[in-house]
T-cell receptor, first 115, second 115 residues
Framework: GENVEQHPSTLSVQEGDSAVIKCTYS??????FPWYKQELGKRPQLIID?????GEKKDQRIAVTLNKTAKHFSLHITETQPEDSAVYFC??????????????FGKGTKLSVKP | SAVISQKPSRDICQRGTSLTIQCQVD?????MFWYRQQPGQSLTLIAT?????????ESGFVIDKFPISRPNLTFSTLTVSNMSPEDSSIYLC????????????FGSGTRLTVV
């Protein structure tokens, strides 16, 4: 089955700096890769996702890149702000939609942005 | 995006008892997913619930311990049976979105403490 590795487990940056979180996956059939942000005591919130037919996707300060050959994808946050502090989870799914559309999550990265 | 109501939000239960968690969605969805998030950990899929058929359980999770009901396209329940302190976790339901930005949306979670 799918296995998702996420690094680093903790990341501390200064406000305004960039943050990069990397994930690798094992199942070449995976084709949907979302990123979730979870603030303390709250539910995971989808912040960006990418599908296997796209190499890069950007949404304001957040971008995700995907390298299917190497089976890795990364989250990039630019101009970090204190409110970006949270735990970020990557995930992979073999099929988007349908009975096999469940997500396999990485172990999470705790991002701290220091003002 | 779909609005998911999950009840109870938290509970403290005695070992050996059972707790039923409810998940209500404001729109009809085909698949509903139940996840467990142990303290400080990532999310692990328990089972996938499809209306009109038995739930599909992931490795390490069994129906006798986590029975699931899916009586219609907007509602599901997860029961945690014969609880032990090791069952202390956050339990979240999730649905797949096919409108808007898509992806998977999570309920607010049920924080369960077993004493």
């Amino acid at each position: 089955g799918e296995n998702v590795e996420q690094h680093p487990s903790t990341l501390s940056v200064q406000e305004g700096d960039s943050a990069v979180i990397k994930c690798t996956y094992s199942d070449s059939a995976s084709n949907y890769f979302p990123w979730y942000k979870q603030e303390l005591g709250k539910r995971p919130q989808l912040i960006i996702d990418i599908r296997s037919n796209v190499g890069e996707k950007k949404d304001q300060r957040i971008a995700v890149t995907l390298n299917k050959t190497a089976k890795h994808f990364s989250l990039h946050i630019t101009e970090t702000q204190p409110e970006d502090s949270a735990v970020y989870f990557c995930a992979a799914s073999p099929i988007y939609g349908g009975s096999q559309g469940n997500l396999i999550f990485g172990k999470g990265t705790k991002l701290s942005v220091k003002p | 995006s779909a609005v998911i109501s999950q009840k109870p939000s938290r509970d403290i239960c005695q070992r050996g008892t059972s707790l039923t968690i409810q998940c209500q969605v404001d729109s009809q969805v085909t698949m509903m997913f139940w996840y467990r998030q142990q303290p400080g950990q990532s999310l692990t899929l328990i089972a996938t619930a499809n209306q009109g058929s038995e739930a599909t359980y992931e490795s390490g999770f069994v129906i006798d311990k986590f029975p699931i009901s899916r009586p219609n396209l907007t509602f599901s329940t997860l029961t945690v049976s014969n609880m032990s302190p090791e069952d202390s976790s956050i339990y979240l339901c999730s649905v797949e979105e096919f409108t808007g930005r898509g992806g998977y949306t999570f309920g607010s979670g049920t924080r369960l403490t077993v004493v």
